[in-house]
């Protein structure tokens, strides 16, 4: 079970970001998570979003380079050494975790971590096996 990521690709500039932020705001999109990475010439900004068809409609209509990635979505348990177990599962089984960031969440027992690996198959069986708790999509949506 995977959830999709929309990755922008936003020119590198003062207002960059904020001209995608807006257009999925003015749609109303809401953004549940979001990461940032930097290269000389442009910025990926990786959104997880309650509504990834309108996402899509409205980058599209303003001529926004953008991609959709399956990538898993994953509950820690929110204390000390959480994030540990999950990444100490993907090491023991060899799968390279290639990014990681951090989820919003409204509740208090749990964080939420999007990863990105190598095959998102063989991690969800794994954290599976391992007791860790998947995010659907369905719970992205009513976040």
């Keep these: 079970m995977t959830i999709k990521q929309v990755s922008v690709f936003a020119e590198n500039r003062s207002g960059g970001i904020l001209d995608v932020i807006q257009a999925l705001g003015s749609a109303q999109v809401d953004i549940r998570a979001l990461s940032v ?28 380079i953008f991609s959709i990635t399956d990538v898993v979505g994953v509950k820690v348990p929110d204390c000390p050494g959480g994030l540990a177990q999950v990444l100490t599962l993907m090491a023991d089984h060899e799968i390279n975790v290639e990014y990681l960031y ?38 992205i949506q009513a976040l």
């Design 37 to 64: 990475a930097d290269t000389q010439g442009f910025g990926i900004l990786r959104l997880i979003v309650d509504n990834v068809d309108r996402a899509k409609a409205v980058l599209t209509e303003n001529g926004t």
């Design 102 to 139: 951090a989820f919003v969440s409204v509740s208090g027992s749990s964080a939420y971590v999007v990863l990105r690996v190598q095959d998102n198959d063989e991690a969800i069986r794994i954290l599976t096996e391992g007791g860790i708790e998947l995010v659907t999509e369905d719970e």
